[in-house]
T-cell receptor, first 116, second 114 residues
Framework: ETGVTQSPTHLIKTRGQQVTLRCSSQ?????VSWYQQALGQGPQFIFQ???????GRGNFPPRFSGLQFPNYSSELNVNALELDDSALYLC???????????????FGSGTRLTVV | AQTVTQSQPEMSVQEAETVTLSCTYD???????LFWYKQPPSRQMILVIR??????QNATENRFSVNFQKAAKSFSLKISDSQLGDAAMYFC???????????FGTGTSLTVIP
């Protein structure tokens, strides 16, 4: 089975620009979660998508938005980039949500975003 | 709100020796899961071990075991017979079944000395 694939692996953007990050979920998984990992920190939950709907959101402003497609792949969009948005963005897929943790989460290798 | 604290930013261990990584958490929830994840330079989060809060028995996965003290809200990871491939950043994580999300600590960087 294929794992979680994220693209691009690295990205440099200018403050104020917009960026789109992509994630292909593991085969058989229907849920995608996005996390932001700042340098020297643990990942922080941005939001989760289940059946193409947002299914939970962390403490991130509305300029962070997402999509999930019928094939369960997902996009993370960030508008009006700020310097503090520089981070590793991790995508994780799973089968089901919440209490179905037994099915496990699979993380991708992330996209390293640098905002200059 | 849930918080996870890892008080050891860096740890080192001699190859073949045993090391324990510490983690404490705070929550008012009764149904949750605790995890240890490993993040090597490849950046992918790799599951090391998982513990269900309702289980009193400590989880074990080969050379990895946990000491889960629910009343103390403590969840330490013991790595036995350390190998060079164990060198990585280790994150303790709390999973909220109500919030459908992980809460991660700040990580412990483990160095294995040959």
């Amino acid at each position: 089975e294929t794992g979680v694939t994220q693209s691009p692996t690295h990205l440099i953007k200018t403050r104020g620009q917009q960026v789109t990050l992509r994630c292909s979920s593991q085969s058989g998984h229907n849920t995608v979660s996005w996390y932001q990992q700042a340098l020297g920190q643990g990942p922080q939950f941005i939001f989760q998508y289940y059946r193409e709907e947002e299914n939970g959101r962390g403490n991130f402003p509305p300029r962070f938005s997402g999509l999930q497609f019928p094939n369960y792949s997902s996009e993370l969009n960030v508008n009006a980039l700020e310097l503090d948005d520089s981070a590793l963005y991790l995508c994780a897929s799973s089968r089901g949500t919440g209490g179905l943790v037994g099915y496990g989460y699979t993380f991708g290798s992330g996209t390293r975003l640098t905002v200059v | 709100a849930q918080t996870v604290t890892q008080s050891q930013p860096e740890m080192s261990v001699q190859e073949a020796e045993t090391v324990t990584l510490s983690c404490t958490y705070d929550t008012s929830e009764s149904d949750y899961y605790l995890f240890w994840y490993k993040q090597p330079p490849s950046r992918q989060m790799i599951l090391v071990i998982r513990q269900e809060a309702y289980k009193q028995q400590n989880a074990t996965e080969n050379r990895f075991s946990v000491n889960f003290q629910k009343a103390a809200k403590s969840f330490s990871l013991k790595i036995s017979d350390s190998q060079l491939g164990d060198a990585a950043m280790y994150f303790c994580a709390f999973f909220s079944t109500t919030g459908n999300q992980f809460y991660f600590g700040t990580g412990t960087s483990l160095t294995v000395i040959p």
